[in-house]
């Protein structure tokens, strides 16, 4: 009964941004931390960002820090990923996810390129 649905996904050009969002339900939302993984074509998974369940403590990869930005509506069940100067190299699917339970969202495709 747990869901995880991203939305706001989509095709942007080299340096745009896109806000991605996270719906959850099913679960005590703000009871845990969350995170966004991201699978490139033909790649691995590549852990993005994580937030703490009270929204004051971020992560981020190497790859992202300094241009997406995690956040949290505990109110609204709902989990955010801010992405600024977006790269081709960022082109991937997107994951919603709470890694402590192993829930998974069925991701939302990201795509970047002129």
């Known amino acids: 009964q747990v869901q995880l649905v991203e939305s706001g996904g989509g095709l942007v050009q080299p340096g745009g941004s896109l806000r991605l969002s996270c719906a959850a339900s099913?679960?005590?939302?703000?009871?845990?931390?969350m995170d966004w993984v991201r699978q490139a074509p033909g790649k691995g998974l590549e852990w993005v960002s994580s937030?703490?369940?009270?929204?004051?403590?971020?992560y981020y990869a190497d790859s992202v820090k300094d241009r997406f930005t995690i956040s949290r509506d505990n109110a609204k069940n709902t989990l955010y990923l801010q992405m600024n100067s977006l790269k081709s190299e960022d082109t991937a699917v997107y994951y919603c996810?709470?890694?402590?339970?192993?829930?998974w969202g069925r991701g939302t495709q990201v795509t970047v390129s002129s």
């Open positions: 996810a709470k890694l402590s339970a192993g829930y």
């Open positions: 099913g679960f005590s939302f703000s009871s845990y931390s």
């Open positions: 937030i703490k369940s009270g929204g004051d403590s971020t």
